[in-house]
């Protein structure tokens, strides 16, 4: 059966902590691929200092170029509206069939705001949950809202993966908690630098970093 990651997000810009993390998890889950789906409209985040769509997902595409086991997504952009994660795992299971199994990547934060998105239910029986801490996260698996939204959600239980490999997930319903190389990068920080005109050099691939340089990305941002 075939294994993909799901890895949706604005990458606003995409970055070399992406990357890095999208590799690990790889590694660590044994999948056969990492999908990039950037959000057209995310409905969680503003969108002041969101760059065009189009040019997020050419970043990406660049990001992403000369690695057989990441593809990217399109669905999101052509699918007018917000960009509601249920209806993308509805849509890649219309495509990749029942023989498919799909593991969602998100964030610690992102994992404990998880009831506040659209039948965040339906969103764990499509794809197994892969929740990653950010290396200096205070996340707490075991605090009371981390077991509220497992439970909502209809999971068991948390199921750690430590590095630097580990075996197939437990049978059974549970959301995997991965300890994933984590870069000190945010897509915040680069937007500010890109701002202020200072040095973007290190932390992104060379061709997104020459890409928001030659299209003037992130300028006008207040």
């Given amino acids: 059966m075939p294994r993909v990651g799901v890895f949706g997000g604005s990458f606003n810009p995409i970055h070399l902590g992406h990357l890095l993390l999208a590799e690990d998890i790889l590694e660590l889950l044994r999948l056969d691929r990492i999908l990039f789906v950037p959000a057209s409209a995310p409905p969680h985040k503003p969108t002041r200092g969101l760059a065009p769509a189009r040019d997020r997902y050419a970043m990406t595409e660049l990001a992403i170029r000369g690695n057989p086991r990441f593809a990217m997504s399109d669905l999101e952009l052509r699918r007018p509206g917000p960009s509601y994660t249920v209806d993308t795992l509805e849509a890649l299971r219309q495509e990749g069939g029942p023989d498919v199994a799909f593991f969602l990547l998100i964030g610690s934060e992102t994992f404990l705001d998880l009831l506040s998105?659209?039948?965040?239910?339906?969103?764990?029986?499509?794809?197994?949950?892969?929740?990653?801490?950010?290396?200096?996260?205070?996340?707490?698996?075991?605090?009371?809202?981390?077991?509220?939204?497992?439970?909502?959600?209809?999971?068991?239980?948390?199921?750690?993966?430590?590095?630097?490999?580990?075996?197939?997930?437990?049978?059974?319903?549970?959301?995997?908690?991965?300890?994933?190389?984590?870069?000190?990068?945010?897509?915040?920080?680069?937007?500010?630098?890109?701002?202020?005109?200072?040095?973007?050099?290190?932390?992104?691939?060379?061709?997104?970093?020459?890409?928001v340089l030659e299209h003037r990305l992130y300028r006008d941002e207040g």
């Fill in 117 to 211: 998105w659209r039948d965040p239910q339906r969103v764990a029986r499509l794809a197994r949950l892969v929740v990653i801490p950010r290396a200096e996260s205070a996340f707490d698996p075991d605090g009371i809202q981390a077991q509220k939204v497992l439970a909502e959600i209809g999971q068991e239980r948390w199921i750690r993966v430590p590095p630097p490999r580990a075996a197939a997930e437990p049978a059974g319903k549970g959301v995997l908690l991965v300890a994933a190389t984590s870069l000190p990068i945010s897509s915040s920080d680069l937007r500010r630098r890109a701002r202020e005109g200072r040095s973007l050099a290190y932390r992104l691939p060379e061709a997104v970093r020459a890409y």
